[in-house]
């Protein structure tokens, strides 16, 4: 502690002084015991102001009457004080006033040693029995003359009085923050001594004895009773300055006195508890210790001021000082009183309300920080409930603000079962296919239940991107293409590909994806989604015992599966083929004048068709293989086996699954037949055609007839007849 900060010169030690005429110091705290307030430490001049001053005269005659009573003539030094000039021996309190002031003045005017030789050569020799009387004269005079420095209430000097009171308070300021050997540092390297013995006085004592045959010394007070009682009058004196009572009242917990200088909400608790511990203590002593002496009673209000805790909250909220009422209502001022009191349900709940209710992200932090605290000691487990979703809470913050790294450490410390939903849920947040990869990575370092997670972050995405989606009317076109959504929907598929425990959500997943896109026309869509599937899927999948968790039936998944890749090769087909047919060799135009033409033109124009004849007969080849493809693939998707095209082979429980497979069976049915007409119309083939009717035909086989509306079932029946009666 730098003393320089209070007013005094670096490297100043304790005033003292020489005794006039000798070597030895002294120490002027010898008087400040007398004083209503402690002395106040000098800047230059090395003074005391409650000690009188002396002339050269009338110290010279308290020496010579020091010196016939140390001889043994008492007579002579009773005598001494009547050759004292009267001004000098009224009481030692001069009638001149000024000499008791504080104003500054030369050291040869501020002679004050007599009394202090007197004390002195009283230690280095004892006075005769009849000397006695002498001794109660010169005390008698000291008491006169701080009697009259009260009655003439003299004050200190204005710079003594602010650098008193910078010190009183920077003192109990230490006190208050628990650094009492700071208290030590500060107050020895300042010269204030006294101070610190005085504060001493409130420890335990405690006499060790011996230990390991070494004589230790005794620590605290033998008589703290005492000291506390003569404490806490002097915390009761009102003409002393706030924070000198309040230094008294801190160990003698003079409730008043510390209130006097409490001005903030925790302060005020401070000096309440403060009060309530050391009553509590202060009555186990008494009752339980064992004592020669009698304890000193301490004054009634001493063991009537203090309050229980819960009543001490209640006395802080109804203050009435508008700051410590205010302050009492904070949030964090809430949540230190129920750890206080310990009400461990009543904070829970206040924690969880005030998660949800939208604080700051920085108080949002400290609650969690504070519910994993609690958590980890163990008091949190009756409210684990409440504590883990403030946790949970702090999480949504981070992922929020792309903290992405830091979730993995706090959902760690959540229950499983919220650990699973949370973590799938900042999952399903990341836009990043790859970074959601190697998020699920550390989950599954962690020992998350990671598998549960991938699956139900990928139900969750799916369920957010597609939640306000509308589905087009069947009029509607292919549609060519995919947006944003549709890329993050595919991409989703490679969470569940991280193992082939995982392979049966994967292909439920993306069974669920191709039918959205499929309801949606987007069939290129539909062929990404699809295409995300190893081709081993199917038989992973039939290894596996388990079902999936959305109550579909493992060969349902399959055979939907498999009528999706006959629908997607279908249109394929038929795209390939129809982009071939638009590419048919055009027939050259011969130029006029036939044989009028010269020879060269003549042969130019029999390698131009001979070219043309090739390229006809090639294109035929290959559109007649096409033609066969596309047919074959279209009655694959017409006469599916087991039933038909997406036709359950077990009973299904998902309602919206069985309405989207009937929706895109009276779709796609209808469509197909159309395409396959198509393809007959242009390549003249009717057997094919008979065909057809006869699979529209076989109802039972592959319930065809039934995905059709009675006038589009009428309407391809017409078209067949009018193809059939045109070839």
């Avoid at 999936?548 to 939907?560: A, D, H, M, R, T």
Wanted: hydrophobic share 40%; with cysteine.
């Amino acid at each position: 502690m730098d003393p320089s900060r209070y007013g005094y010169s670096s490297g100043s030690a304790p005033r003292k002084g020489l005794l006039r005429g000798q070597g030895t110091p002294r120490d002027t705290s010898l008087f400040s015991t007398h004083m209503d307030s402690p002395s106040t430490p000098q800047r230059t001049i090395d003074r005391n102001p409650f000690v009188s001053r002396f002339s050269q005269k009338a110290t010279q005659s308290l020496l010579e009457n020091l010196n016939s009573a140390m001889e043994g003539d008492v007579s002579a030094a009773r005598s001494g004080r009547a050759e004292l000039p009267f001004h000098e021996t009224s009481s030692f309190g001069f009638q001149d006033s000024s000499i008791l002031s504080t104003k500054r003045k030369t050291p040869e005017a501020e002679d004050e040693d007599g009394v202090v030789q007197f004390y002195e050569a009283l230690r280095e020799k004892p006075l005769p029995e009849e000397s006695f009387d002498l001794i109660e004269l010169y005390q008698s005079l000291c008491n006169e003359l701080f009697t009259e420095h009260k009655e003439q209430q003299m004050r200190l000097h204005e710079l003594d009085e602010a650098e008193e009171r910078r010190v009183q308070k920077h003192v109990f300021d230490l006190i208050r923050s628990g650094n009492l050997d700071e208290v030590r540092s500060f107050c020895g390297s300042i010269g204030r001594a006294w101070q610190l013995v005085a504060l001493e006085g409130w420890r335990l004592y405690h006499n060790p004895r011996f230990s390991d045959g070494v004589l230790l010394p005794a620590e605290g007070s033998i008589k703290r009773d005492l000291w506390k009682r003569t404490a806490w009058q002097a915390a009761e004196d009102k003409r002393r300055s706030p924070y000198s009572r309040a230094l008294s009242g801190c160990f003698a917990v003079h409730l008043d006195s510390l209130l006097l200088v409490s001005n903030s909400w925790e302060d005020q608790l401070w000096s309440h508890l403060r009060s309530f511990v050391d009553v509590g203590i202060e009555r186990e002593l008494r009752s339980q210790c064992t004592h020669k002496r009698r304890y000193e009673d301490m004054p009634p209000g001493y063991w009537d001021r203090a309050m229980a805790p819960e009543k001490v909250f209640s006395t802080l909220e109804a203050s009435l000082v508008e700051e410590v009422r205010h302050e009492a209502r904070l949030h964090f001022r809430q949540i230190q009183k129920f750890l206080i009191l310990g009400k461990i349900r009543e904070l829970g709940s206040l924690m969880r309300h005030l998660s949800e209710s939208g604080v700051s992200p920085f108080m949002l932090r400290f609650l969690a920080h504070l519910a994993l605290f609690l958590l980890n000691i163990g008091v949190g487990r009756v409210v684990e409930d409440d504590l883990s979703n403030v946790v949970a809470r702090y999480i949504l913050l981070l992922t929020e603000h792309q903290y992405n790294h830091l979730v993995s450490f706090y959902a760690a410390r959540l229950p499983d079962a919220l650990q699973t939903q949370v973590y799938a849920q900042f999952l399903a947040g990341l836009d990043n296919a790859m970074e959601r990869i190697e998020r699920l990575s550390e989950a599954q370092e962690l020992n998350f239940n990671w598998s549960e997670i991938a699956i139900l972050s990928v139900q969750q995405l799916r369920e957010r991107l597609t939640a306000n989606e509308e589905l087009p009317n069947s009029a509607v076109a292919d549609v060519v293409g995919m947006t944003a959504i549709d890329e993050a929907l595919v991409e989703a598929i490679e969470l569940l590909l991280t193992s082939d425990s995982l392979r049966l959500e994967a292909l439920c997943h993306c069974n669920a994806l191709v039918r959205r896109f499929l309801l949606l026309r987007k069939i290129t869509a539909a062929r990404r989604a699809f295409g995300k599937l190893p081709p081993d899927t199917v038989r992973i999948v039939e290894m596996s015992p388990l079902s999936s968790n959305q109550g579909i039936s493992v060969k349902n998944l399959i055979k939907e599966h498999l009528c999706f890749r006959a629908l997607l090769q279908a249109y394929d087909a038929f795209d390939t083929w129809f982009s071939h047919l638009k590419q048919a060799p055009n027939e050259p135009q011969l130029p006029e004048g036939g044989n009028a033409l010269r020879l060269t033109d003549r042969v130019a124009v029999q390698i131009r068709l001979e070219q043309f004849e090739r390229a006809q007969s090639t294109w035929q080849q290959m559109n007649s293989e096409l033609t066969t493809t596309v047919r074959d693939a279209l009655f694959r998707v017409l006469t599916f086996p087991d039933g038909g095209w997406l036709i359950d082979e077990e009973e299904e429980c998902n309602a919206d699954r069985v309405a989207e497979v009937k929706q895109l069976r009276r779709i796609y049915l209808a469509a197909i037949c159309a395409l396959l007409l198509t393809v007959l119309q242009k390549s003249a083939r009717q057997h094919d055609a008979l065909r057809l009717i006869d699979a529209l035909q076989a109802d039972e086989d592959y319930h065809l007839r039934e995905a059709f509306h009675p006038d589009d079932l009428r309407q391809l029946h017409a078209s067949l007849q009018s193809f059939l009666e045109n070839h």
